[in-house]
C-alpha cells in the first residue's frame, strides 16, 4: 500500500506571494491533518479534515486554509506569505479519524519564503 | 490551554548509554502516542499507550504511561546510532479532538 504523498517537495516563495500544497493519504484514510514544522516548535496543529469536512482548527490566521476533495485528497494554501511561514509543512493521514489510531505522515513541503 | 511538556530538549549519549525523555500534560490525557523522526525525516508512529499505569516494550524500548494519565515516559536501553533522531509524544485530552504534542527530545548519539 502506498505512503502518504506530498507535492511539491519543496517550494521557493517571495513574500506577498500564495502558495499551495498537496496531500494525497493512504488509500481508505478519510482523516488529514496539516501540521507545520518550524526548530524549536515542534509539530503545529494546522487543521483536520474528514470526508471533506473541516473537524478541527488549530490557532492560525485565517491565511492559511484547507480543503480535502472526495477521493481524500487534500490541498492547503497559504495566502500573503511572511517571512515566518518558512517551514517544513506535513500531512498525515489516519484511517478512521478517531483519537486512537495512529499518524501516519507524508514526506512533507518544505517551504521556503525569501 | 492543554500543554504537553517533554524533557529533556536535547540529550547528547554516548553509544550503550540508557536514554529517557519524558513527557507531562496539564491535563488527563486519553492516550498517549510516541513518534520518532529521523533527521531529515518525518514522524513515524511507535507506539500507543491507553491504560493507566501501562508499560509496553519494543525491544530495547520501553514505554510508559502514568497513572493519573497525565505523564509518559520513553527509555531506550543501551543506545545505538540508529537511534539518532527527535521523539515526539502526543496525546487526546477528553474531548478535544487535536492532539496536542510536545516539542520533542532530540537524540544524539556518539560512537
Known amino acids: 500500500k502506498a505512503g502518504v504523498t506530498q507535492t511539491p517537495r519543496y517550494l521557493i516563495k517571495t513574500r506577498g506571494q500564495q502558495v499551495t500544497l498537496s496531500c494525497s493519504p493512504i488509500?481508505?484514510?478519510?482523516?488529514v491533518s496539516w501540521y507545520q514544522q518550524t526548530p524549536g516548535q515542534g509539530l503545529q496543529f494546522l487543521f483536520e479534515y474528514f470526508s471533506e469536512t473541516q473537524r478541527n482548527k488549530g490557532n492560525f490566521p485565517g491565511r492559511f486554509s484547507g480543503r480535502q476533495f472526495s477521493n481524500s485528497r487534500s490541498e492547503m494554501n497559504v495566502s500573503t506569505l511572511e517571512l515566518g511561514d518558512s517551514a517544513l509543512y506535513l500531512c498525515?493521514?489516519?484511517?478512521?479519524?478517531?483519537?486512537?489510531?495512529?499518524?501516519?505522515f507524508g514526506p512533507g513541503t518544505r517551504l521556503t519564503v525569501l | 490551554g492543554q500543554q504537553v511538556m517533554q524533557i529533556p530538549q536535547y540529550q547528547h549519549v554516548q553509544e550503550g548509554e540508557d536514554f529517557t525523555t519524558y513527557c507531562n500534560s496539564s491535563t488527563t490525557l486519553s492516550n498517549i502516542q510516541w513518534y520518532k523522526q529521523r533527521p531529515g525525516g518525518h514522524p513515524v508512529f511507535l507506539i500507543q499507550?491507553?491504560?493507566s499505569g501501562e508499560v509496553k516494550k519494543q525491544k530495547r524500548l520501553t514505554f510508559q504511561f502514568g497513572e493519573a494519565k497525565k505523564n509518559s515516559s520513553l527509555h531506550i536501553t543501551a543506545t545505538q546510532t540508529t537511534d539518532v533522531g527527535t521523539y515526539f509524544c502526543a496525546g487526546y485530552a477528553g474531548n478535544n479532538r487535536k492532539l496536542i504534542w510536545g516539542l520533542g527530545t532530540s537524540l544524539a548519539v556518539n560512537p
Open positions: 488509500s481508505g484514510h478519510r482523516s
Open positions: 499507550l491507553v491504560k
Open positions: 498525515a493521514s489516519n484511517f478512521l479519524g478517531t483519537a486512537y489510531n495512529e499518524q501516519f
